[in-house]
């Protein structure tokens, strides 16, 4: 088991930035990836980035590229998204999530991943 704990959401002013934080614990030598995905009021959950976690490599979806970076403390077990330039639309509940499946590729689907957190909430107002 891999348990996660989210942490850094909140209310920032459109244009502003924000980092959210994924603290991973327990049978963290089997992670092969750490997602972040967002849930917006009404909107189907969707993909945001991900990096592997042992060699770092990252990938993004086209609406947050340019603008959010996802990173890693190998040795703290910590992921974190540093999100800038926020616009009203990123609004949405953020969770990372663990993938402990090795699959080809960076895994974009929520569904390859199978530990979740419990969510952070950013709110961008105009």
């Known amino acids: 088991q891999v348990h996660l704990v989210e942490s850094g959401g909140g209310l920032v002013q459109a244009g502003g930035s924000l980092r959210l934080s994924c603290a991973a614990s327990?049978?963290?030598?089997?992670?092969?990836?750490i997602g972040w995905f967002r849930q917006g009021p009404g909107k189907e959950r969707e993909f945001v980035a991900a990096i592997a976690w042992k060699n770092a490599n990252t990938y993004y979806a086209d609406a947050v590229k340019g603008r959010f970076n996802i990173t890693r403390d190998y040795r703290e077990n910590t992921a974190y998204l540093q999100m800038s330039s926020l616009k009203p639309e990123d609004t949405a509940v953020y969770h990372c999530?663990?993938?402990?499946?090795?699959?080809?590729?960076?895994?974009?689907?929520?569904?390859?991943?199978?530990?979740w957190g419990q969510g952070t909430q950013v709110t961008v107002s105009a």
């Open positions: 327990g049978r963290t030598f089997s992670l092969y990836t």
């Open positions: 999530a663990a993938e402990t499946t090795w699959r080809p590729g960076m895994s974009t689907g929520p569904g390859e991943y199978d530990y």
